[in-house]
């Protein structure tokens, strides 16, 4: 595993990085890859980081309507020693580039090494893993993030269990990365007090959204 100093690894070994200003708003929870950037299986590799089509347009979106913009990722592959934070900082820097390219930035960004089965100290069920909404909180507690209005879009069932263990409005599942043959387990997420909906990408989130809809 690479030995970065890990700048923004907080006390639990979570990676928490504030890139906005602290404000009451909503956010816009996003997962990472196969949500922002095409999936490639423990992606580390710059040359490998590639946006999703719409990806940067909905972001940007968000950014016009005043919501705080959070990229919560599980990151078992530093867990499990596959990289490390210095190649997770690379991927991290390639998607910051990309997305000021298209008018676009985040709020935050939340990663989570934790696995049961990835190596010591990581290797157990943690409260930042999704579907716990660890990630969430921290960011919000960090931004002033209104939880209530807010939503979570993901690629797989556990973004959407963190959305509604959050107490997020609702979330978007979508068929990119991981997304086939997870959307009716995604969809039973829903109750009364959180809406999911379904959607083929991150491109076509910005008509389900109440927030970037209206």
Known sequence: ?????????DADGVWVEILGDRRSAPALFLDRDGVVVVETHYLHEVEK???????GETI??????????VLVTNQSGVGRGYYGWAEFQAVQDKIVADLA??????????????????????GREHADRKPNPGMLLKAADALGIALAPSWIVGDLPTDMG????AGLAGGVHVLTGFGPGQRDAALAHA???FQVFGAHSIDGVRDLIPLLSD
Do not use: K
């Open 1 to 9: 595993m690479a030995n970065a100093a890990p700048t923004f690894v």
């Open 49 to 55: 980081t590639e946006l999703i089509p719409g990806a």
């Open 60 to 69: 940007a979106l968000a950014n016009q309507r005043g919501l705080h913009v």
């Open 101 to 122: 390219a298209l008018g676009a930035h985040m709020d935050a960004v939340c990663a989570c090494p934790h696995h049961p089965e990835a190596e010591a100290p990581y």
């Open 162 to 165: 963190a959305g509604r263990n």
């Open 191 to 193: 109750s009364a007090d």
